[in-house]
């Protein structure tokens, strides 16, 4: 069992998505008539992907099929009467949508916080266009400016602790923790039977991620690392005003004011 300096608990989420911040401009920009196979992401932005992609109507949506990228949003898709299929089947897919911990200026992104970054990095890779959502507070320069608990690393189970070994004292990162569950006794356990290390790192790590991303997912036991570099197209952030801000893949960055979004 992991020493009580190893371990932390699996903190929910909390949902901060109001009907002022729903990301329904990057459904309408991404989300062509077109798009036959879409992916869709995990987190608290994504029921209103899925719901405004149900708006986009029955008539579109009957000739498309929907590949999630976990259990959550398995039954989204599902429960809107929308065609369910898998990546093993689709490996090319038009566009995916899904949400982030953080995202920085050049769309680097943090996964993981639910535990699904391996399905999305899947998903991400096979998608013609990746798109994140997110919300205000998200939106950073730097990864770790608000999401302190670590970079999110799939392992299998019976590497944890070496592989918590190695982060400690080999890539620098001594505060690494298995996480733990909180309505179970025992490690968060993912939809694909691993466990979840956090392992946060300093700034100097965090301004080009790539580096650290690449070391981590050499360590042996490693599934997958929750840092996605440059895989993103476009980021939306929806702002407390109302206002959603558009980040691209070039620098640009494009402000949508909140009554051009209040339809939304
Ligand atoms: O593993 C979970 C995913 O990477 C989520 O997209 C990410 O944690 C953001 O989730 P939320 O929108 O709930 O903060």
Known sequence: MPLPSQVHADVPTTPVITQKIK????????????HR???????????????????????VNKG???IPTGFQSKQLIVDAGLNLGDVDQYPTIDVTLDGA???????NCVKGGGACHLREKVLAEAARTFVLVADYRKNVQYLGTNFAQGVPIEVVPFAYAKVLQNLHHILGSPKATLRMAIKKAGPVVTD???FIIDAPFEREH????????????MLTGVVEVGLFCKMAK????????????IRWKDGKVQEIAAKNTAAV
Do not use: W
Not at 23 to 34: G, I, K, S, T
Not at 208 to 215: C, K, S, T
């Open 234 to 245: 476009a980021a939306y952030f929806g702002n407390q005003d109302g206002s959603v801000t």
């Open 23 to 34: 990301p329904v401009a990057a459904v309408d920009n991404h989300v062509l008539p077109e």
């Open 192 to 194: 694909n039977g691993n």
């Open 206 to 217: 965090m301004i080009d991620p790539y580096v650290i991303m690449a070391q981590i997912k």
């Open 101 to 107: 911990d953080e995202v920085d200026h050049q769309l």
């Open 37 to 59: 196979v879409i992916g869709i992401g995990s987190g608290s932005t994504v029921p209103y992907v899925v719901e405004r992609i149900v708006q986009q109507g029955a008539e």
């Open 64 to 66: 498309r099929v929907f």
